[in-house]
């Protein structure tokens, strides 16, 4: 009977132990796993706003090329660029204050993190793109 007891007792911590470190096995998996679906996502956001970057910065070369033969653009295309610009800006802010904020980040990865946040002001860029420019501010006035 004593065997049994033993035996018995054995097998429930056995099932017991195994029970808690799955547990803990799946429960950081799942972290894991939602960690790289964040990371995922903003990866997403970070290319969409690369490109609208880009976008923003090849309808400002037109316009300026345009304004360069005399061409007449409306006020709005101005504001709008402004606006796309403005927006893209703030949202790549906030990636890179998630990205400081989550992650432990080494000296060199700081340096280049503000290195793009400073290259990627683009607010700043067309004001200075505006000053070179021929067109005059984009905001008209």
């Known amino acids: ?5 033993s035996n018995l007792t054995v097998a429930l911590v056995t099932l017991g132990f195994g029970w808690l470190v799955g547990n803990r ?13 964040l990371e995922l996502s903003a990866l997403h956001d970070f290319y969409r706003l690369y490109g609208e970057f880009f976008a923003v910065w090849k309808l400002w070369s037109y316009c300026r090329r345009s304004a360069a033969l005399a ?4 006020e709005e295309t101005r ?7 403005s927006a893209s800006e703030g949202s790549l802010e906030a990636i890179f ?27 700043n860029w ?14 008209g006035q």
């Open 1 to 5: 009977m004593s065997d049994l007891i």
């Open 25 to 37: 096995l799946m429960v950081h998996w799942a972290i894991v796993q939602k960690r790289r679906e």
């Open 71 to 74: 061409l007449e653009h409306p």
């Open 79 to 85: 504001w709008s660029l402004l606006e796309r610009a």
């Open 97 to 123: 204050v998630k990205l400081a904020s989550e992650r432990k980040l080494s000296v060199y990865d700081i340096e280049t993190l503000g290195r793009f946040g400073a290259w990627s002001g683009q607010v």
């Open 126 to 139: 067309l004001t200075r793109l505006e000053k070179l420019s021929k067109i005059g501010p984009i905001w």
